[in-house]
């Protein structure tokens, strides 16, 4: 059982998206949170303005985690601000669509290293430095099961994160730490948006059965639920949230 006086958790890119959202909720729900960005400062000190007013804490850490030392550099900062770590969101990610014919090697390397780079320092730091009964909760796609054109190397990415997760979780089961990933459809961000006609959106809401995009908020509650307490049977699986689409 984690204990709720101290429970810290990172999220991986949650200065906008759906790790903003997950942040805002992990704080809701107990939780002191290290708002990870890159490039979007003033979007993260909003998010922590954001928690700090709804009586929680937070704290913005510009850490690159497509670098070797990023997640260190998240983890000493949780450390040092909150004195531990319970809970580890690999959300960060970014998606480069190109049929692979096309595919630069500059893009290629680029998400290899955020995507899965980023994952597996997170998922060795975790795995050494998580308090026991803590969680680690990664970010796959419900792509990685469709077989897109154009998707070849984000999909990659992301089937190598799930092979991760349900290996990690037999390896940190005796520390009583839980390993899943959660692989949402289509959510309306930036990384989705960008790009996208919308004749193409339009299309892609007309093949989900609830026909409507996801929200981050659909995700970040069950980010929540597998962080929480009520969460804590569930180990080494893939929850594909997406609306029923695939
Ligand atoms: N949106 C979807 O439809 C969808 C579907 C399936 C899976 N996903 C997955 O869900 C996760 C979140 O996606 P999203 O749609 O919320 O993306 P997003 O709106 O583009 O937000 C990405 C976040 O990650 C941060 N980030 C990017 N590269 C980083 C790096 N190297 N180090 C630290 N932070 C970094 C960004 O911060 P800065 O702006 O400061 O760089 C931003 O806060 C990703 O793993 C994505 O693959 C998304």
Redesign the pocket.
């Known amino acids: 059982m984690i204990d709720t006086e101290t429970r810290t958790a990172i999220v ?9 959202a997950i942040a805002r909720r992990l704080a809701r729900d107990g939780f002191a949170v290290v708002v ?6 003033e ?2 000190a909003a998010v922590v303005g954001d928690i700090e007013a709804a009586g929680g804490r937070a704290v913005a850490v510009q ?4 670098s070797i030392d ?1 997640m260190r550099a998240l983890f000493d900062a949780a450390d040092q601000t909150f004195g531990g770590v319970d809970v580890l969101v690999n ?5 480069q669509l190109s049929p692979i014919a096309d595919t630069s090697d500059e893009a290629f390397e680029r998400q290899v290293a ?2 899965l780079g ?1 994952v597996f320092r997170g998922m060795r730091e975790g795995a050494n430095r998580i308090r026991p009964g803590g969680r680690i909760i990664s ?5 990685v099961g469709v077989y897109q054109p154009a998707y070849g190397v ?1 999909a990659a990415t ?1 089937a190598a994160v799930e092979a991760m997760t349900h290996i990690l979780a037999k390896e940190l089961g005796p520390k009583a730490i839980t390993v899943n990933a959660v ?10 948006m960008k790009g996208k006609s919308e004749d193409l959106v339009n299309a892609i809401i007309g093949m989900n059965p609830l026909k409507r995009l ?1 929200q ?1 908020d659909d ?1 970040a509650v069950v980010v929540s639920f597998l962080a929480g307490p009520d969460g804590g049977w569930v180990n080494g699986q893939v929850i594909r949230a997406n609306g029923g689409v695939v």
Do not use: C, H, Q, W
Request: glycine share 18%; charged share 10%.
């Open positions: 991986t890119g949650s200065s906008k998206g759906i790790g903003a990870n960005y890159t490039r979007g400062a979007s993260a850490a690159d985690i497509a990023g959300n960060a990610g970014i998606m955020t995507n980023g970010f796959s796609t419900s792509v984000y992301k692989a949402p459809g289509p959510v309306e961000t930036e990384l989705f996801g981050p995700i």
